[in-house]
Structure formats: structure tokens, C-alpha cells
């Protein structure tokens, strides 16, 4: 009886038949997967809102921030005054907020919990002040989603 060594062929064609089943594996399980689930948020502009009581604020806006992705998140949202004013945001004690809080009076808003999808979303209050002469006007506000803090 005799017996045959396998030829460098025969080696070749294993190998290359390994790595058609991993590449089919591989590409199979991209296929199948869930697409990715994100946050994204959207905001309109400020509009007017009164003042809460004794802040001595020369006007104040409210802020609408709507999570329109497809997962919870958390949201930053950054406030650009308009030159002579200066403008924050105050979220403390408003029942709009609906429990997701930030640090504040600041210009920059971090939520402290994770905003879910297509719900109210977040009703945040800009205080601005105007040095004198100057016309208080709503700040420029971009808002972001962001890792937890």
C-alpha cells in the first residue's frame, strides 16, 4: 500500500477554502445584525417667555430640544450671546424640564439623565441681560448629544 503526500496545492486550496467560510461568517453576521441605534437632537429657535419672578433678567427665551434618533441620550447644549448681553441657561425648578436636570445658571446645559426618542423632549429657559442701550436678543444655541457625565 502505498500513501501520498499532499501537495502544496492541496494546502493552498484548504487555506483559501478557510478563509471563504470565515469571510462567509463574517459578512453574514454584518447582514444580520441591527442597525445602530443613536441619539440625535433638534431645537428650534428661542422663543420670547416671561422671566421668573425677581431675576432681574432684561428678557428671557424658552428653548424646545427634541430627541429624534432612535436611543436614548444625553444631550449638551451650548449658547452663543449676542455682542453687549450675556446669556444663560436656568432649568432649575421648571416642571417642563420633566426631571431631567443640568447644572446651571450656566451657558452650557449637560442633561443629567438620558432624554428618550420622540417624547416631549426638554423646555429649557435663557435668561439674557443686555449692558445699557443694547436690545436683549435671543442667543445663537447649538446642542449636541453627548456621552454621560
Same mark, same amino acid.
Given at each position: 500500500?502505498?500513501?501520498?503526500?499532499?501537495?502544496?496545492?492541496?494546502?493552498?486550496?484548504?487555506?483559501a477554502?478557510?478563509?471563504?467560510?470565515? *469571510?462567509?461568517?463574517?459578512?453574514?453576521?454584518?447582514?444580520?445584525?441591527? $442597525?445602530?441605534?443613536? %441619539?440625535?437632537?433638534?431645537?428650534?429657535? #428661542?422663543?420670547?417667555? *416671561?422671566?421668573?419672578?425677581? %431675576?432681574g433678567?432684561?428678557?428671557?427665551?424658552?428653548?424646545?430640544?427634541?430627541?429624534?434618533?432612535?436611543?436614548?441620550?444625553?444631550?449638551?447644549?451650548?449658547?452663543?450671546?449676542?455682542?453687549?448681553? %450675556?446669556?444663560?441657561?436656568?432649568?432649575?425648578?421648571? $416642571?417642563?424640564?420633566?426631571?431631567?436636570?443640568?447644572?446651571? #445658571?450656566?451657558?452650557?446645559?449637560?442633561?443629567?439623565?438620558?432624554?428618550? $426618542?420622540?417624547?416631549?423632549?426638554?423646555?429649557?429657559?435663557?435668561?439674557?441681560?443686555?449692558?445699557?442701550?443694547?436690545? #436683549?436678543?435671543? #442667543?445663537?444655541?447649538?446642542?449636541? *448629544?453627548?456621552p454621560?457625565?
Amino acid at each position: 500500500m502505498t500513501t501520498q503526500r499532499a501537495t502544496s496545492s492541496y494546502y493552498v486550496a484548504a487555506a483559501a477554502l478557510v478563509v471563504a467560510i470565515a *469571510s462567509f461568517l463574517v459578512l453574514t453576521a454584518m447582514v444580520v445584525r441591527s $442597525p445602530q441605534r443613536f %441619539s440625535l437632537f433638534q431645537w428650534g429657535a #428661542p422663543t420670547a417667555a *416671561s422671566c421668573l419672578p425677581g %431675576s432681574g433678567d432684561d428678557a428671557c427665551f424658552r428653548l424646545q430640544v427634541h430627541n429624534t434618533g432612535s436611543a436614548d441620550g444625553f444631550v449638551q447644549c451650548s449658547l452663543s450671546p449676542v455682542p453687549g448681553t %450675556s446669556a444663560l441657561f436656568h432649568t432649575s425648578g421648571l $416642571p417642563s424640564v420633566n426631571g431631567i436636570g443640568g447644572y446651571q #445658571p450656566s451657558n452650557t446645559f449637560w442633561s443629567s439623565r438620558a432624554v428618550p $426618542p420622540s417624547g416631549e423632549g426638554l423646555t429649557l429657559l435663557i435668561e439674557v441681560k443686555a449692558d445699557k442701550g443694547v436690545t #436683549p436678543t435671543a #442667543p445663537s444655541v447649538v446642542c449636541l *448629544s453627548v456621552p454621560a457625565l
